[in-house]
């Protein structure tokens, strides 16, 4: 069985981002549209949290190894919008 960490990579940095763009994109939108339905603004980043806390709970639910490798995915993602922030 490949690790959770490779799988996570290879989609996100493959297939997932032909699909659907850059992280910052992508997360720049949806916390946009998040923030006009939440009624206050949050970040990218912070939507990436909030989806990254949805795969915890299923985790804890006993979820999948899709919801791992997503997860691991999120969390890289997450990464990828800081460091383009700190440049």
């Known amino acids: 069985m490949k690790s959770i960490l490779l799988e996570a990579y290879k989609l996100i940095h493959g ?3 032909k699909q659907y763009g850059t992280w910052k994109n992508n997360y720049t939108k949806a916390a ?3 923030s006009v339905l ?3 603004e ?3 980043a912070q939507c ?3 989806i ?3 795969k915890i709970a299923r985790g804890l639910l006993g979820g999948k190894r899709d919801t791992k490798v ?3 995915g ?3 993602g997450l990464d990828q919008i800081e460091q383009e922030i700190k440049e």
Do not use: H, P, Q
């Open 15 to 17: 297939d997932r981002k």
């Open 74 to 76: 999120y969390l890289d």
């Open 38 to 40: 939440l009624g206050f």
């Open 70 to 72: 997503d997860a691991a």
């Open 48 to 50: 990436i949290i909030v």
């Open 32 to 34: 946009k549209i998040a």
């Open 52 to 54: 990254f806390s949805i």
């Open 42 to 44: 949050i970040t990218a």
